[in-house]
């Protein structure tokens, strides 16, 4: 199969959880839909040509670890895991119900696949460094992926981490942030500017790629990239869309944590076919 047929099949697979995260939010009445959307290219490559993961053993020891920082976009994890085989698609529909593996954010003990509890922004890196660092002094080859939003950029924390990765040459971290420039009260350079994230990355001595993360092909690339590029820490700059395949819900802050009403999902679901 070439690559041309593989990112094909990839868009395929990303139309269709693009339409779970709308159906199990609106069955829920509640979540994170813009990010969740937005994000759900990325989620697509990295379960379907990256993570080395395998359904019937999430618990592996040489997986790759998938570590959610922002967990608030866990819709978009939790239909791309149902894609991938590693629970039925029927339980997307228990989103945010009492005595569901699927809570509102990713709870570890909850479903075994999910790495650690991530709600607070700001504390995913930490606890993927952790990580990282125990695989490397273990001579261990898994691959470590922290998914983070721009909006946690705010936090403190991340930068600590960012140092610590640095300083600790965790070359078998990867950093993907959805720099999508929405949080919960508006546009990120309105509430916190964070200017050009490639730029302080580098500064601290990471490596950095700058993608469109809604191109199949462009996340592709990435992530075959950093599979060569293990000097040191990667981070991959992924310029998103939120609500991504939704018109109506595109770049618009207020779907960042709103659920569609019934003809908002029904005009969401046609313009996802």
């Not at 479903?111 to 930490?126: A, I, K, N, V, Y």
């Amino acid at each position: 199969m070439d690559k041309k047929e593989v990112v094909n099949l990839l868009n395929l697979q990303a139309k269709k959880i693009r339409q779970n995260i709308i159906k199990m939010i609106h069955e829920a009445k509640s979540g994170h839909t813009a990010g969740s959307l937005g994000m759900t290219d990325v989620f697509t490559a990295l379960y379907f040509s990256f993570l080395n993961v395998n359904p019937k053993k999430p618990k592996d020891p040489d997986r790759d670890y998938l570590i959610l920082s922002n967990g608030h976009i866990c819709p978009g994890l939790y239909a791309t895991l149902a894609a991938r085989g590693f629970f039925k698609e029927q339980e997307l529909f228990t989103l945010r119900k009492f005595e569901s593996g699927l809570q509102g954010h990713p709870h570890r003990e909850s479903l075994p696949e999910l790495e650690t509890t991530s709600g607070p922004l700001g504390s995913g890196l930490s606890q993927a460094c952790g990580i990282a660092l125990s695989l490397k002094r273990d001579k261990k080859n898994n691959k470590v992926v922290c998914l983070m939003s721009d909006g946690e950029h705010d936090e403190g924390n991340t930068w600590e981490a960012i140092m610590f990765a640095h300083k600790y040459h965790l070359d078998n971290l990867l950093v993907i942030v959805d720099r999508n420039r929405i949080q919960i009260d508006g546009n990120t350079e309105q509430i916190m500017p964070l200017g050009s994230l490639r730029e302080k990355y580098l500064s601290f001595g990471w490596g950095v790629i700058d993608i469109n993360g809604n191109d199949m092909q462009e996340i592709v690339n990435a992530l075959q990239r950093a599979t060569i590029e293990r000097e040191k820490p990667l981070a991959i700059i992924a310029h998103t869309t939120p609500g991504k395949g939704v018109k109506f819900m595109e770049h618009d802050y207020n779907w960042h944590g709103r659920a569609p009403n019934e003809e908002e999902t029904k005009r969401a679901l046609e313009l996802l076919k």
